[in-house]
Every structure is written in C-alpha cells, then in structure tokens.
C-alpha cells in the first residue's frame, strides 16, 4: 500500500460549533423543541463549514468523522456493536445512543469519566460477557462521503481497538476487555475494506492510551494489532496517532508495523526520543510541535529547530497538532477585549491551524519565505518574557513563609467534635454539592447585566432572590446543611477567575466539556492574587435566611488549575500555590463573617494525574500541598468540605485521604458505591458522602433506589461518618427534577436512619 505523503494536518477538531450550534440543537432535540431533520441540517452544516474552513486554510490532509453528537468513544462503541442490551428496547438509532449517553426515566445511562488528563469526558463503554462485536460503519462512510463529494482531502479518525477496548469497563463479571482484542481486528480489517472502497487514501486510529502505563502490555499488542492491520491488502495507508504525552516503548513497536505514519505528541511528549527508533526512517512522522491542549502562541523559532532535527529520522516529517483541537477555542478573533500584549501570546483552533500551515511551508521552502511570521512570533516570545504581570514577589514571599511552617490543621478527631458541637447534625445529614438549576430567570438576568439593560444592584436584587427561593426550598424539603444555589455564578472557575488578578476570562472561549455541556476555560497568564472577598457576601446573605448551617462554596486550586488554559512558563506547582493562597484568604474572611462550613471542590483531582506511573507521586505531592495550604488557615470547629467527581479514583485514594478534609462528597452513583472500599483499604477514617443521585442524567431516581445505595454505603462506612448527597452540582437539571430527586433523596435518609 502506498498513499500520497501529507505534510500539514491537525488530528482533530471541535464540533460544538462556533456559536454552540450543535449544543442549542441537540438540547432543543431532546426538548422536543428541534425536529430531527432541524437537527441533523445543523449536524452537516457543522462539518461541511468546518472541513471547508480547514482545507481553505491550506492543510492537505483534513480530519473527518471527528464530529459526534455527543462523545467518539460512545461512537466507536456503536460501530463495534458494544452498547449495552438495556437500551436495546430503545428502537431508533438515535435516540438509543442518547439513551445510553443520558439514560431515560427507565434506563440508566453508561458510566461517563475524563478522557486522560483533559476536561473533556468520555462515555464509557461496558463489555459483559454477552457482548457480541459487529461492525456498522455507517457513520464514518457516510461523512467520508460527504467529505469526499465536497472535494475535501479527508482523513477519517477512528478510535484505535486498544484504546477502545483499555477505555472500557467489564461487567456481570465479564473478563478484561482487552482479552477480547482479537475479536475486533477481523472487523476493522473490514473497516479498511469499505473505507478504501469508499474512496480514502488514509485512514487515522487514534491510540492515546499508548502514552499511559494502564497496560504494560500496551507496545505488544500494539504491534501485533497494526502488523496485522498492516498486512490487508486493500486498505488506506495507515496512521496510527498517540498523543498526551511520550509513547515510549510504544513507538518502536509501532515503526516495526507496516503503517505508513505514526503521529507523536511533542508537546506533552517532549521528551520521545525519535532519533532512537531506526524504523521510523521509512514512515511519515506526524509531528505534533503545535500545542492542541493549551491556548500559548506556539514560539516558531524553537519548533522549526525541532521539525528540522526530526528530517533525519524519517522519511517524510508532517506538521501536526499535538492532539484534537477539540480541547481549544475556536478563533481568537472572537475575543475583543484582550490587551494587545496578551493577545500577541495566544492562539485558538483556527491560530494553530494557520501554524501548522506556517511550519510546513518553513520546512518544504525554507525559513525565508515564512521570515515575518517568525519574526512576530519572536516578538510574543519576547513580550512575554518582560510582561511584570507575570512575577508578584510579594505573593511568592507569603507562601515561602506559610509552607516553612507547614500548612495543616489539628488531629481530625477533635476537629470532629468541636463541629459537632457546633453544628449538631442528625445522623446521615443530607446536602447537596453547591449549585442548583440555572434557570431562564438567572440567565436572562446575567444578559441584561451583559448589555447594560438593568444595573449591578438589579442583578444583585435579583440574585438575592433567587438564593432567598432555594434556601427557602431546602427548608421544605428537609435538608440539614444548606447552599445558596451559586445563582450568581456563570461557572465554578470563571466566576473566580473573573475576580482574580493574573487571569484573563474569554467571553467566546467555548470549549466541550460533555455532551452538550460547554466551558469558557479562563487563561492563567500571570501571578495570581485576591483583591477583595469573592463569596462572602453571598454566603452570609444567604445563611441571615435560616438557622440551619449554609455552605461557602468555593473551587480548590488543582480544579481552577485544570479546567483552566496554564501558564506554561513555570511549574504548576507554583501556580497551584498561588491560586491557593487566595482560596486560603477567602476560607479566613467566610469563617471570620459567621460561616461554619465551607466546601474546597476538587472534581479535578484525578484529571492532572501524569498518565505514566513515576511521575504520579510528585504530583499528589503538590496537589495535596495546595489543598491543605487552601483549607488550613481555618479553626477546628469550622468544617471543611471537599468534592470529587468522575474518576477512576482507585489512583488517587491515597491523596483523597491525605487531602485530610473532614467531609469528602464523592461521585459514586453510576459506580454503585465502589470507591467506598478503595477508601476503607487505606483506612480512611474522616467523614464522606458517596453520590446517590446521578446529577447528569434526567432520571429521577426512586426513593427505593436511593435507599439501596445508602444501605450498601453503611456496609463500608458507619453512620457516623456518613453523609447523604447528590453525585454533583445540580446546576445543569431542571428544578422540577432537582425537586422530586432531593424529596426522594431526603425520604431515603431519614428511612435508613432509624437502622444507621
């Protein structure tokens, strides 16, 4: 098999929409507000402007069948015929897909957890033991068709079998699915077939998980999966892609394959060592020099160095993204409110695109004919470097000191009794995690507030009362301890980075978190310091409307730090720190104004956990050092929550307890209770309040249902160490759902209790 070599790509792009097209549509869908005809025209408009926009901006090789309706692992287990029998009874195809990825009133949706060390999550797909593998390509034939007819040189991207299968859960005591390999390289050797016979001259599979240590394995089987990829002899030349960090092993096992182009992350992956793998000397490498995870300008100079050592080590060198764009910004060009320096520092989708073009066209004639592009990105390089808003000495000589000393609190066990007697709480209290359904009224409120319709003390009116309806909500359904609903907060981190000096908060920066569910990440460019309290007054607004305690809400800095685009110009850890003294701050003003509990989230823990195992331990290290520098400015009678969410927490288990909060909520609803053993195998001892109402699906679960869970919680941990509580925030549900939920959640406390 030969294929025409490319030279300038990106291994993928968004889909959302620019506008979030495709979120309004698919919403509207699943409202009965959009037709499905309106939906699926948004759907081909989406691709067709997006593989014409990339083709025009001179790539020669354009990534399709990276458009999804909701998540590519959920696609790729529809291709392989791998979703679960409960949404059999679902008879359209569409609508069943949904199903699996939200559940219905009657079906319980798959379990969804982040994709690597991104925020973006990925639906995971379970294999029992009855699972039966067939291939439907449909969906990629059909948009390489459309693809094809629209005169686009299209690439199809497909999730490779390994990770597919290292990705996904067993279940009814099914083996591990990677023993099942075998079963599905006959299919994607069929895949090629039809692929080929449909008109593609590459074909894309997409192993990330090769840059992971989940399998020690991984090299071997990588090589006998594309060996034998490799030997069919009617198929489209073979790229295979890892990405995230270095393949190590991996690499050489690939280049002893027969595929034609191996892509590398050399962002992430800095350190792979190319030159040592003499079979990549007959491949194309893919070079991933342009940062697809980060939104910096990529420094030219540097990369062209690197892009012209790799010639050397292979036949053909391609420019590359580092990985999908899906993780960036569309355009920078849609932010008008930057300073001109920090816009000099920074490129969105449609920047590194043009970068990548830049790169190829600097190898294929010389550093001359892209002369002014370098010369502009020196600049960047230079202004940056300069910029005083990147260096606050007074910041960094506070938390020398703090740390010095040790930032912890006192022995758990007399914190525990000072907040009893503080709080008295039943056994088995019941809260939630923060936020309560954004409804019309807040979003149109914060429109107005936008176009300068109504004033800050009408919103500020109007906010006050909708934290006036959720208290008094709380009360009627019976809670113990209470939040203010966070009306006035557009997102956990940009509510905070909008308040903090050293961040800049996009106003069009979307990006795809899950599903329909979108982000504005803020862009962490300087030291970080607080001006003013950021909560404070909300929280005490709030708790002045009932005599039951109130949560401060507030985000711990590993989670301001992940879902967040990092400065990149020095360790995380000190910027973690940083972040962290001003959640220390305000910790001190919330306890100081009257608040006696006070919840640090931290859902991202697990998120920035490195992908190879020797790396893990320094950075829990750090991670856990920035908690407790966040949390141990407090008294011991004030209680200090934490929340964590979508992991494979088995990794982190050991930092969870040394996190050392006195409550830790925890996501546990669609894993039935599972972490409760990981945590008791370390002989967690503070208190903890596993998820019993899956936040992310429309379902109500019953009272019943609830009931269950909390009497297989109490068979790990005693009542009083146990909490009641939702999976997750309630922001995203509706507040007739959220209602008969925590009704249903309240009966089932107060049911167990008498028995606890």
């Known amino acids: 098999m030969t294929a025409q070599p490319f030279t300038a790509t990106i291994t993928g792009s968004p889909r959302i929409g620019p506008r979030r097209e495709l979120k309004r549509a698919t919403e509207g869908y699943w409202a009965g507000r959009t037709s499905r005809e309106e939906l699926e025209s948004v759907a081909a408009t989406l691709r067709r402007d997006t593989w014409a926009a990339l083709a025009e901006a001179g790539l020669d090789s354009v990534p399709v069948n990276t458009f999804s309706y909701y998540d590519q692992i959920l696609d790729t287990a529809v291709m392989l015929g791998a979703l679960p029998p409960r949404v059999a009874e679902v008879p359209d195809a569409l609508d069943r897909y949904f199903a699996a990825a939200r559940g219905t009133d009657t079906i319980q949706p798959l379990e969804m957890t982040k994709w690597f060390d991104t925020n973006y999550h990925y639906i995971v797909p379970e294999i029992g033991p009855d699972t039966r593998f067939s291939l439907d390509a449909t969906k990629v034939l059909d948009e390489l ?63 990330p998980v090769l840059v992971t240590d989940i399998s020690a394995d991984a090299p071997a089987l990588a090589e006998r999966v594309y060996t034998a990829l490799g030997a069919v002899t009617k198929r489209p030349g073979l790229f295979v892609t890892t990405y995230f960090g270095d393949p190590g092993a991996a690499l050489g096992a690939l280049a002893r394959t027969p595929v034609e182009a191996i892509g590398v992350d050399l962002v992430a992956g800095a350190g ?160 939630t995690i923060g936020s309560y359904p954004q409804t019309s009224a807040i979003r149109i409120a914060r429109a107005e507030l936008r176009s300068g319709k109504i004033d800050k003390d009408e919103y500020i009116r109007r906010m006050k009362s909708e934290i006036a309806d959720v208290i008094a909500l709380q009360e009627q359904l019976g809670l113990d301890v209470l939040v203010h609903g966070e009306p006035e907060r557009n997102d956990m981190v940009q509510y905070f980075a909008e308040q903090l000096d050293g961040f800049f908060a996009p106003q069009n920066g979307w990006v795809q978190s899950y599903g329909s569910r979108c982000v504005r990440p803020p862009i962490l460019f300087g030291d970080v310091t607080r001006q003013h309290p950021m909560t404070v007054d909300w929280a005490t607004y709030a708790q002045s409307l009932t005599e039951k305690p109130v949560k401060g809400m507030l985000t711990g800095p590993v989670t301001i730090l992940a879902w967040s685009f990092v400065r990149d110009d020095q360790p995380l850890a000190d910027t973690a720190n940083q972040v962290a003294l001003a959640i220390r701050d305000e910790t001190v003003d919330l306890q100081d104004a009257g608040i006696a509990v006070i919840q640090v989230d931290e859902p991202a823990l697990r998120e920035l956990l490195p992908l190879r195992n020797a790396d893990k331990d320094a950075y829990l290290k750090w991670a856990v050092g920035a908690f407790r520098l966040a949390t141990s400015g407090v008294a011991d009678s004030t209680q200090i929550h934490t929340h964590l969410c979508y992991s494979e927490f088995g990794e982190v288990i050991g ?64 009542a009083k160490r146990l909490w009641v509580n939702p999976d997750c925030g309630l922001k995203t549900r509706s507040t007739e759902e959220v209602t008969a939920s925590l009704t249903n959640l309240v009966a089932a406390a107060q049911q167990v209790r008498p028995d606890a």
Not at 173 to 190: K, N, V
Not at 350 to 360: G, P, Q, R, S, Y
Request: net charge negative.
């Open 145 to 207: 068709t459309e693809a094809l007819e629209q005169g686009i040189p299209a690439r199809p991207v497909v999730i490779g079998p390994i990770t597919f299968l290292l990705l996904s859960k067993a279940v009814e005591g099914a083996s591990a699915p990677i023993e099942r390999l075998d079963e599905l390289i006959p299919l994607y050797t069929d895949l090629l077939g039809r692929l080929a016979e449909a008109g593609a001259k590459w074909v894309q599979f997409d192993e």
């Open 272 to 431: 792979a060592d190319v030159a040592a793998v003499p079979e990549l000397a007959d491949k194309t490498l893919v070079a991933g020099v342009v940062d697809g995870r980060n939104v910096w300008r990529t420094d030219l100079e540097s990369a062209l160095d690197t892009l012209t050592t790799l010639r050397g080590s292979a036949a053909t060198v391609a420019v590359s993204t580092s990985c999908s764009t899906l993780h960036v910004p569309y355009t920078l060009a849609a932010e008008t409110d930057l300073d001109d320096n920090l816009r000099s520092w920074l490129a969105f989708g449609a920047e590194k695109v043009t970068e990548v073009v830049t790169l190829a066209r600097a190898l294929r004639d010389g550093r001359e004919a892209v002369a002014d592009e370098i010369a502009a990105s020196n600049a960047a390089v230079a202004s940056r470097k300069a910029d005083p808003r990147l260096r606050n000495e007074q910041v960094r000589s506070r938390i020398a000191s703090i740390t010095s000393t040790g930032a912890q609190r006192g022995d758990a066990a007399a914190r525990r009794e000072a907040q009893d007697a503080r709080l008295h709480l039943p056994p088995l209290p019941t809260t």
């Open 655 to 718: 930092a969870i307890a040394d996190l050392d909060a006195d409550v830790t909520s925890i996501e546990a609803a669609r894993s039935h209770m599972e972490v409760l053993e990981d945590l008791n195998a370390i002989g967690f001892s503070n208190s903890v309040g596993p998820g019993v109402y899956d936040i992310h699906s429309p379902r109500v679960p019953s009272t019943d249902e609830m009931v269950t869970s909390l009497r297989e919680a109490l068979a790990a941990v005693p």
